[in-house]
């Protein structure tokens, strides 16, 4: 006789974690229980959910545009921002006419809930946290609850890009580790006579078989196998996602959204709808280009002819964000993120001189920063066994997967994880103090 799941906030808490594989999802990585999902309602789950073939539709758009700047159809200085600190062989890999039309199959956006709405703060193609939120869509589906994307969602969506290959090589490298046992995990799940954990040294995938890059193109040199990983896509004799084009991995590309150069493109390219959509939920973005500008002229929407001037912004004016724009070890988990009413003026002064120093070798974005609203949230303390209320920001992170081919391309969406920090930390992401827990509607 099957035992119904427990519906006390305790019992549900401990259902969950001892659902936790024996050997862990994230090495040497906790996070805070939640007994239940964390609820977006009707409305917010349908924005979600079709935000994928928007996303993929400016994947697309941001391909093409980067071939034509290549070909001098567009502006020049898109191709040439886009290559900025990038290795002439990846390059020249990039621009390869086999490697044309492929497209990353994961995109995994970075969502806030502002008082504004949602804010899509960046994109990313090589994501972590896949076999985490699959796991979750599994244990809180096992309680009864609704996720979004279904129990299994997030395995069905990953085993889907990969179409017919007979083998499928998920090769994991150093800097990722962290995220191996998840990926072990998912394998397992989908079987591992086809889904197979390999390390940075993996060469010899047998034609027709795919390759799943779980590493940063910043990072090839701690990847010997990549290469001839690389030379096999380019010569169609595997199939691998996401391709080594390090312009996705650039958070610059919302910057060349918003450049008012390039509107036209855009419009038709995405279309009227999806433009719109996208400048709606992407914070104003620039591009730190040290470039000095006509006497006459000014930033836009910041009103400074010197990007020195940022230096001078008091505390108030301050509400911006400055990143690492990609290609860079810095560029994730966080790292190389000032928020500007956050630091001292000496701080802020030193990241906008280490923006402009470093420009050609390492572009720096600046984005205008929308505070996440806060949200009642509890997690179940197991020490103490108490449920703790806790008021939280959010991020919300969907995973959509792409499945087909061209315009036969479709992005699904396989489930959402909701990452909710405690109210005083002004920059959310995936801390210990933080509840990890799948989204339902």
Known sequence: ?????????????????????????????????????????????????????????????????????????????????????????LIQLQRSPALKNDLPRVIRPDLLITDQGLKVTELDSVPGGIGLTAWMNQAYSQLGAEVLGGADGMSRGFAGIFGDAPTVHIVVSEEAATYRPEMTWLAGQLGASRFKVQDA???????????????????????????????????????????????????????LLWNRNLQGFWRQELGESFLNRLLRLTP??????????????????????????????????RELILKVSGFSAQAWGARGVYLGSDLSHADWAAAVSDALTHFEQSPRVLQRYHKPGLVEAQWYDFAGNTLVPMKGRVRLCPYYFVAGDGDAARAGLGGVLATICPADKKIIHGMTDAIFAPCAV
Do not use: C
């Open 201 to 255: 040294q993996f060469t010899a995938p047998a034609d027709g078989d795919a390759v799943y890059r779980f590493f940063e193109l910043f990072d090839l040199a701690n990847v010997p196998g990549a290469k001839a990983l690389f030379d096999l896509a380019a010569a169609k004799r595997i199939r691998l996602t996401p391709p080594p084009k390090p312009f996705f991995e650039e958070k610059m590309l919302f910057a």
């Open 1 to 89: 006789m099957l035992t119904a799941p427990p519906s006390d906030p305790a019992g549900r808490a401990r259902f969950v974690r001892e659902r936790l594989p024996a050997e862990g999802l994230f090495a040497d990585h906790n996070w805070r229980t939640s007994p239940a999902p964390y609820s977006l309602g009707p409305a917010l789950a349908k924005e979600v959910e079709s935000l994928g073939r928007v996303l993929l539709q400016f994947y697309r758009a941001v391909n093409l545009l980067y071939r034509k700047s290549v070909d001098g159809k567009q502006p020049e200085w898109v191709a040439r921002w886009l290559d900025l600190g990038k290795p002439t062989e």
């Open 284 to 317: 104003y973005t620039w591009i730190i280009d040290p470039a000095p500008l006509p006497p006459h002229a000014a930033i836009p929407e910041l009103n400074l002819t010197d990007w020195q001037q940022l230096t001078t912004l008091s505390q108030k004016e």
